[in-house]
């Protein structure tokens, strides 16, 4: 595998991205409402994996409270299993920044005997994915957080186009799809019932491909993993995992060394790569606009449980 630890930015090269005016617009629905949750709610908190939609979340915070520190910390939920390249950055990018980064782990809760370990790695398709669920509830709970703002857009995945930007929880942080609020141009309705909470979505509206121009217009700095790379990979249920700690080959699995790059950031043994030779954003942005399959059909497998996966998780109070 090659040298995957450094973080990457490229400058794109050659006529000026198209849809300026479209990230334009979308960038500013998405400034006002992350100005509108920190007037509206007490304790709101920001969702950041170090993934490339939540670096985008950080970049819309910068324009939106700057020169003023952010009205609130960052959150991220560890399985404990994730990329050692994204940690980093999210640890350095937090530091950049200056704000307050909240680790919540799946490890403690699993200690706490709040869940029990999801993971073993005898077991094949094993993974802590679902326990993130009760380890965000519990630091939601914890912190008296009133609003989380999250990096996901209905582009993703289909129950994540039912959901609106401000996505209200119950008191036990369920989600119900037939129980939403309208929006009605850009009004949103932010007041809270006794033990309710809200996910809000700045980003919703956005699509794969903008958010990757946007990062290319901006010059944002993404972890390593983004972009083409040599890894050690299996072929597992049609999709590519990094051999891992986490991530062994089966009996009869072929170990190869692939030129590959990743387009979404979760768990090392749900996340699958994609082979890519694309090494700049310009590259990158080329082949997601060229692609007929989204990011998390083509390399999430905890979507691929069934038909409802997503929103079953969502039911239960995941992200």
Known sequence: MSDATADVTTAVQGPAVAGL?????????????????????????????????????????????????????LVHVDTGHNFDEVLDFRDRRAAELGERLIVARVQDTIDAGRVADGYDPARPGSSRNQQQTQTLLDCIEEHRFDACFGGARRDE????????????????????????????????????RSGENVRVFPISNWTE????????????????????????????????YAVSPYLRPHEGETVETLSVRYRTVGDLTITGAVESTASTLEDVVAEIAATRVTERGETRADDRVSEAAMEDRKVQGYF
């Open 21 to 73: 005016s479209k990230l334009r617009a979308l960038e500013s629905e998405a400034i006002h409402v992350m100005r509108e949750v920190a007037a509206e709610l007490e304790r709101p908190a920001l969702l950041f994996s170090g993934g490339k939609d939540s670096i985008v979340l950080l970049r819309l915070a910068e324009k939106a409270f700057r020169p003023g520190r952010f009205p609130f910390p």
């Open 157 to 192: 995945e289909r129950a994540r186009a039912k959901e609106r930007i401000f996505s209200f929880r119950d008191d036990f942080g369920g989600w119900d799809p037939k129980n939403q609020r309208p929006e009605l141009w850009n009004l949103y309705n932010g007041r809270l």
């Open 209 to 240: 491909l903008d958010v990757w121009q946007y990062i290319a217009e901006e010059r944002l700095v993404l972890p390593s993993i983004y972009f083409a790379h040599e890894r050690e990979v299996v072929r597992r249920n049609g999709m590519l």
